[in-house]
């Protein structure tokens, strides 16, 4: 039973990875990354900023807003 749960999950992740990469590329942000969240205002470290072009927010605020929006589309 666990290892069929193990598999759902690995799953699910891939699929999430997969929105994401697909929301990002429909949204358009590339280039210029924000040296601060838009949401929150904390700094967005060099390394986010080099590895996500045109990043606008922390790594904190994108967790809170992919978890709104999982939790919409399970109950919206």
């Not at 069929?4 to 992740?13: A, K, P």
């Not at 699929?15 to 601060?36: C, D, E, K, P, W």
Request: aromatic fraction near 4%.
């Amino acid at each position: 039973m666990a290892d069929e749960l193990d598999q759902l999950q690995e799953q699910e992740d891939l699929l999430t990875r997969l929105h994401i990469q697909a929301a990002r590329g429909r949204s358009g942000t590339t280039g210029q990354s924000l040296n601060h969240c838009e949401a929150c205002g904390s700094d967005i470290p060099q390394g986010r900023r080099e590895a996500i072009p045109g990043v606008r927010v922390c790594v904190a605020c994108q967790q809170h807003l992919e978890f709104q929006s999982k939790q919409y589309q399970r109950w919206g």
